[in-house]
């Protein structure tokens, strides 16, 4: 038995096993009392049916939980008559989880770990930390400890990115001071964003803030499926957010997206949208989450486009098979706007000739192909000039 009341109430209940007023065999009457409050559940049995006083109790108690710890036996007598009062009311207290438990392991395929076995996987999000942080099953060092096993694990792998949350509550000081001084990743394989988004949970029938990682791979997923892994997955819709747990000013966004804090924001007749696109990377070269993911996509689609390569005569005739497949394949990720360049020679180039595949590197079984992208960074500030003529002169502002 558990008591719903957690604490030191959970100590006021006692339960007593009593005789049913139509008795038989197998039939007992159970009463449970609090103070004044009292249920009572007659002609009940531990023999499966409609009257099985788990699932009466299960289904109308207000007081206690039953739980089915075994099967009944067909010759099973009822309980013994008595009373009890029970006791370790901290019983409903939420178990201590490690941080071993959400890493796992790769060769037990347990955790995130597990997820080394699938080369599909370009995302990892872990929305239960922060619930489990919220609930007190997990601290602060241990949420460390889980982010930085995130950022470790998309590192190793190369073909992922990592979307980490923020502890809830926190105010643009606070976030930023939690960015800086107290997480302080840098990763080009990492993001994260803010603040925690309000959710109507139908199991509960009310609203509640939850973190926003979960959101945001779905709309990763949804840029990705409607304009290409190249664009920018920002300026696009929360859909279910009904509201932020704060609403972030320009000046705060100005002061938290140079640190690389993705912060969501709501805007008077545009909704709730997410209004940053940085990795946590102090690289410039690698500030932008879709410059990251087009790397990655690009690098996984030739490894897996030029598996015929692997036991071919290696020789002039497989490098110039080998650039034309590779050209053929970055000229539609150019025509589908992913590169930077008014032509493919200004995109992209490929290279696989004698000066990158050496007789060395030819006797030790190698091919070395040398590519080179110009990929389209997003819009993060649009500039305008505007300026005021008067009398044949203009002053710019």
Request: aromatic share 8%.
């Amino acid at each position: 038995m558990l008591a719903l009341e957690g604490g030191q109430p959970g100590n006021d209940i006692s339960v007593e096993v009593g005789e049913a007023s139509q008795p038989t065999e197998d039939t007992f009457k159970l009463i449970i009392t609090r103070g004044k409050d009292r249920e009572e559940y007659d002609n009940v049995t531990t023999r499966k049916g409609k009257n099985n006083v788990v699932t009466a109790v299960k289904t109308a108690s207000k007081l206690i939980q039953l739980e089915e710890i075994g099967t009944a036996g067909a010759l099973e007598k009822v309980p013994a008559p008595g009373k009890v009062t029970l006791q370790g009311g901290g019983a409903t207290m939420p178990a201590r989880v490690t941080p071993d438990e959400y890493v796992g392991n790769s060769a037990d395929r347990t955790g995130f770990a597990g997820l080394e076995a699938i080369d599909t996987v370009t995302m990892l999000a872990v929305p239960d930390l922060m619930a489990a942080y919220q609930r007190g099953m997990i601290d602060s060092e241990q949420v460390k400890a889980v982010q930085l096993a995130m950022i470790a694990h998309c590192e190793l792998m190369g073909d992922r990115v990592a979307i980490l949350d923020a502890p809830p509550g926190l105010n643009a000081q606070q976030i930023r001071e939690w960015r800086v001084d107290k997480a302080g990743y840098d990763s080009k394989y990492a993001t994260l964003y803010w603040p925690w988004v309000k959710v109507f949970d139908p199991l509960a029938g009310q609203a509640n803030f939850v973190p926003p990682g979960g959101h945001m791979a779905g709309i990763w997923a949804r840029s990705d499926d409607t304009r290409g892994v190249h664009k920018a997955p920002a300026n696009e819709v929360v859909r279910g957010a009904i509201s932020l747990e704060l609403q972030v000013t320009k000046s705060e966004h100005d002061l938290l997206n140079p640190q690389g804090i993705n912060v969501i924001r709501a805007f008077p007749g545009r909704g709730i949208r997410v209004w940053g696109a940085r990795t946590l990377s102090s690289d410039p070269a690698w500030r932008y989450i879709n410059v990251r993911r087009l790397f990655n996509y690009i690098e996984g689609s030739i490894l897996l486009g030029t598996q015929w390569v692997v036991f071919e005569p290696n020789d002039m005739a497989l490098w110039e098979r080998v650039k034309r497949t590779i050209s053929a394949f970055l000229v539609r990720v150019w025509r589908d706007g992913a590169l930077f360049g008014a032509t493919p020679g200004e995109a992209f180039y490929v290279k696989c000739d004698g000066e990158n595949n050496t007789a060395e590197t030819i006797d030790a079984g190698q091919l070395i192909v040398e590519i080179g992208i110009a990929p389209v960074k997003p819009a993060e500030f649009v500039v305008f000039k505007i300026a005021q003529f008067s009398g044949g002169t203009s002053l710019s502002e």
